[in-house]
């Protein structure tokens, strides 16, 4: 399976980097939070073009994950 560009913590060839081999847990954690950031910025954007072009419905979903993955985001930074 190929790794998809630009995930914390693998290099291109799909084996951890340094960083997760030294802490796993801790890693695990930021790219949680990483993660979490990015899918809310992400949901974020989508929504405002859903919203822009007349699809409510889509919107309003697309704001609910953003508010759930920033949520996610915030309970990773307090732990």
């Given amino acids: 399976m190929k790794s998809v560009r630009g995930i914390p913590?693998?290099?291109s060839g799909?084996?951890?980097d340094q960083?997760?081999?030294a802490s796993p847990f801790a890693?695990?954690?930021q790219v949680s939070l990483e993660t979490a950031s990015y899918i809310g910025a992400m949901?974020?954007?989508l929504s405002q073009l859903a919203r822009r072009d007349?699809?409510?419905t889509v919107s309003?979903?697309?704001d609910?994950?953003?508010l759930e993955a920033e949520q996610v985001a915030r309970d990773r930074l307090l732990r």
């Fill in 9 to 11: 913590g693998e290099r």
């Fill in 54 to 56: 007349g699809l409510a």
């Fill in 43 to 45: 949901a974020g954007e």
């Fill in 60 to 62: 309003y979903l697309l």
């Fill in 64 to 66: 609910m994950v953003q």
């Fill in 14 to 16: 799909g084996e951890p």
């Fill in 19 to 21: 960083a997760s081999a």
């Fill in 27 to 29: 890693l695990r954690r």
